[in-house]
């Protein structure tokens, strides 16, 4: 049995600063709730503990908005339809092959991720590409440690990702029309994957991940455009060329590999110097808009990974 339970508490209750939970956290929630769990100077050392890149000053996006507005085109292209259609998705069982350069290839099934890897609670911004963004309480673990146990080879430069394809439980997988080539792929250079901020999320909101957010497993670098964060994976890879992604196979000029949020570089047909709070009251000017900060805010922590770069040629 798990040992991995979602704490059945009000988020509101556990969320509001950016928490940041161990696994012993979070299963004292489940087990005793917010008051057995963590006597109030316990919570207080958690949070103090907790480092600022784990932790958003600004408010959560709505539990009902993290779950309804989604990008997930194996269920629609609309924003809607992954929560009105990804309900047929079977997430149990569930495998991910994790091979290429590594020693030690496995096939790893979910429950054994649930069962022995430690789950964290942290808030992220996150900045899609199409210039909305949310603040979204995430829980999951940093990919280090399941490349960890497969032990990337010295020639493994790239980590390519890929997305489960089943047109029976998958309906934008089927019919005439599709709006992508499946399977959808996603890659990180392996230094990027390796980054303590980049995550395999399988929670949100205190709760196991909806599938319309990408169940059982999804892929968070918070420094970089949502359609990096490729939901509902089924195979890692490292390898030592570059990977190829979705959207940047779709339309190179539009979407990079690399997709860091960078105000400084357009979308060739919308500036990407601003970005609407889902959920925030609409203002005069139709919707709440923010700056968009470079790296989406966590320039401190990660722009020393592209020291050297020309940003603007890759994008
Ligand atoms: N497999 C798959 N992953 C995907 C997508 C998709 O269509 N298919 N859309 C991406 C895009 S464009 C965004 S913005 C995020 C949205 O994640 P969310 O719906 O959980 O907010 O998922 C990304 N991951
Ligand atoms: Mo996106």
Request: net charge negative.
């Amino acid at each position: 049995m798990s040992r991995y339970q979602p704490p059945k508490i009000a988020s509101s209750e556990i969320t509001p600063q950016g928490l940041y939970l161990n696994r012993r956290g979070l299963m004292g929630l489940a087990a005793g709730g917010i008051a057995a769990a963590a006597a109030p100077g316990a919570f207080a050392a958690a949070l103090t503990a907790t480092p600022s890149a784990y932790k958003v000053d600004a408010k959560l996006t709505s539990k009902e908005d993290v779950t309804t507005y989604n990008n997930f085109y194996e269920f629609g292209t609309g924003k809607e339809d992954p929560s009105r259609n990804a309900g047929s998705l079977n997430t149990r069982p569930w495998t991910i092959e994790v091979g290429g350069l590594v020693a030690k290839p496995q096939v790893i099934d979910i429950e054994t991720i649930m069962r022995d890897y430690t789950m964290e609670e942290r808030v992220y911004r996150m900045r899609c590409v199409e210039a909305w963004s949310m603040v979204i309480p995430w829980i999951g673990f940093p990919i280090s440690a399941l490349l960890d146990k497969v032990e990337p080879l010295g020639s493994a430069k790239y980590v390519a990702f890929e997305t489960l394809v089943r047109p029976e439980e998958m309906q934008g997988q089927a019919g005439i029309f599709q709006a992508l080539d499946w399977p959808y792929v996603e890659g990180l250079r392996l230094d990027e994957a390796r980054h303590p901020l980049a995550i395999l999320a399988t929670g949100l909101y205190g709760e196991t991940l909806p599938n319309q957010n990408g169940a059982p497993i999804r892929l968070v670098v918070p420094w970089k455009y949502g359609f990096k964060g490729i939901k509902s994976i089924v195979k890692i890879t490292l390898t030592e060329q570059e990977p190829p992604s979705t959207w940047n196979r779709l339309q190179a000029s539009e979407y990079g590999f690399y997709a860091n949020v960078n105000p400084a570089v357009d979308h060739p047909r919308w500036s990407q110097a601003t970005e609407r709070r889902i959920g925030e009251a609409d203002g005069l000017f139709g919707g709440a808009r923010v700056d968009t900060l470079p790296f989406n805010g966590y320039a401190d922590e990660v722009a020393s990974l592209y020291a050297g770069m020309d940003l603007t040629k890759f994008y």
